[in-house]
């Protein structure tokens, strides 16, 4: 079965900071990946999506990740934190060919400090 | 565009009592989820229609939890009776189609408190 591991619960970083998130999955193939935004009483954003092509790949809000087959991870990165990216990250992977059904970590809180 | 659109958005219910909750998706969207988020968890996904039949309900726990998409638009997720352990938010997302790369859509979800 598929699974998601998100190692790091709670972050905290400086405005202006870089950031880095952590993602490792695990499954028998490359699945689809995504990364989403939930802002408290909000529902789920998609930040950006993985499916195949090249590894680096961008998305919404200034956030980039990088697909890395030989170490089943799928990092979110975003080169200068603002306060509004406070909020909750979650990875998630869906079986290959199709976006449906969509395994999720626990999640990563991110607070922002000024 | 309007987005997927859920009510009501707090449920406090105490256990044994039941509760519906209501979903519409984006029009035109086929494929309707529903999901438990439990705190401090990640989605759960509960069960999935394309259009009015079900694809998949194997996570749901069929002897409490119902749920329905008579008309293959929006959609209504029961439970009953509530148990503490049901408390959490519970999501229902949307997409075009259930294949390739349809993203899915999120509505802001019910909170849901057994007390």
């Known amino acids: 079965a598929q699974s998601v591991t998100q190692p790091d619960i709670h972050i905290t970083v400086s405005e202006g900071a870089s950031l880095e998130l952590r993602c490792n999955y695990s499954?028998?193939?490359?699945?689809?990946l995504f990364w989403y935004v939930q802002s408290p009483g909000q529902g789920l954003q998609l930040l950006l999506k993985y499916f195949s092509g090249d590894t680096l790949v961008q998305g919404i809000k200034g956030f980039e990740a990088e697909f890395k087959r030989s170490q089943s991870s799928f990092n979110l990165r975003k080169p200068s934190v603002h306060w509004s990216d406070a909020a909750e990250y979650f990875c998630a992977v869906g079986a290959p060919g199709t976006a449906s059904k969509l395994t999720f970590g626990t999640g990563t809180r991110l607070q922002v400090t000024l | 565009e309007a987005g997927v659109a859920q009510s009501p958005r707090y449920k406090i219910i105490e256990k044994r009592q039941s509760v519906a909750f209501w979903c519409n998706p984006i029009?035109?969207?086929?494929?309707l989820y529903w999901y438990q988020q439990i705190l401090g968890q990640g989605p759960k996904l509960l069960i999935q229609?394309?259009?009015?039949?079900?694809?998949?309900d194997s996570q749901l726990p069929k002897d409490r939890f119902s749920a329905e998409r008579l008309k293959g638009v929006d959609s209504t997720l029961k439970i009953q009776p509530a148990k503490l352990e049901d408390s959490a938010v519970y999501l229902c997302?949307?997409?075009?189609?259930?294949?390739?790369?349809?993203?899915?859509?999120f509505g802001p979800g019910t909170r849901l408190t057994v007390t």
């Open positions: 029009s035109g969207h086929a494929t």
């Open positions: 499954y028998g193939a490359t699945p689809y």
């Open positions: 997302a949307s997409s075009l189609g259930s294949g390739g790369s349809h993203e899915q859509y």
């Open positions: 229609f394309q259009n009015n039949g079900v694809v998949d």
